[in-house]
């Protein structure tokens, strides 16, 4: 089993303040659990006060939740990945659910994203996932076809891309996808990066699970076959929740 990766998406929630303190708590507590990746991707607004937490070496680091493509401009509001470097960041989550049903990102823009983010020595961490109406009718294979084509368009390798399969009827709604669908999903994301790249790149790379993971199912979804780790929302915001998950997922390889 690859070293599994726990990333906790804290969307719109804690300030900078809050943040640190929440940081330095988790720290303490699963400083001891080095058999697990740590990720935090607190809001842009949080990354800089903590950097200093996170020195190189350690098993946690911080990801961000979005960037922009370009270095710099006209582009009030975004964030660029340089901007997310001076801060540390090491991973950033794109093409997540809610960027691409509230925002209307387009998947061409996410494989700009994808590539700056490369670029720029950091990790993207690319989300892709059906609604419960397209899995409902049997397109859940063809969704992630086209998530994973387009969003990788032009990109040669995947030794620096973790992947994150999450079913968008799975996030925030307390319904988690069954052991049986997420590992034949999972065989599928990999049966597509098979059409794209060499077996040995898609044996290597992490596929991590996102939708509604607690305490309560992270022993089962961690022991599931082809899961690499998970992105987590709520879960992720409180310290218990997340600090247990991190002792049942070490707990649990
Ligand atoms: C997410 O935001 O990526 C997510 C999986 O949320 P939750 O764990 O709350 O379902």
Redesign the pocket.
């Known amino acids: 089993m690859k070293r599994p990766i726990i990333a906790g998406?804290w969307?719109m929630f804690k300030t900078p303040s809050e943040g640190s303190a929440f940081v330095d708590e988790v720290m303490k507590l699963v400083l001891d659990h080095e058999k697990v990746d740590v990720i935090f991707c607190p809001p842009f607004t949080a990354l800089f006060n903590m950097k200093d937490a996170f020195e190189s070496g350690k098993h946690f680091s911080l990801g961000a939740q979005n960037c922009h493509w370009e270095e710099s401009g006209a582009f009030t509001g975004e964030i660029s990945v340089g901007m997310l470097k001076d801060c540390r960041v090491q991973y950033v989550i794109l093409g997540?659910s809610?960027r691409r049903h509230i925002f209307h990102e387009p998947d061409e823009w996410i494989n700009r994203k994808v590539h700056s983010v490369i670029n720029g020595n950091m990790t993207p961490i690319l989300?892709i996932g059906e609604t419960l109406t397209q899995r409902d009718e049997g397109e859940t294979e063809a969704i992630l076809d086209k998530q994973l084509q387009l969003g990788l368009k032009g990109i040669d390798s995947l030794d620096n891309i973790v992947i994150a399969y999450?079913p968008v009827w799975?996030?925030?709604?307390g319904l988690t996808a069954t052991p049986a669908q997420v590992s034949e999903t999972h065989q599928q994301v990999r049966d597509i990066l098979n059409q794209l790249y060499d077996t040995e790149a898609v044996e290597n790379v992490a596929i991590l699970y996102?939708?509604?993971?607690k305490p309560e199912n992270a022993k089962e979804l961690i022991l599931t076959q082809g899961v690499d780790g998970f992105?987590?929302?709520?879960?992720?915001l409180k310290v218990d929740s997340f600090t247990t998950i991190i002792e049942n997922v070490e707990l649990s390889i």
């Open positions: 998406n969307k997540h809610e989300c999450e799975a996030i925030g709604t996102g939708g509604s993971v992105l987590i929302g709520g879960a992720s």
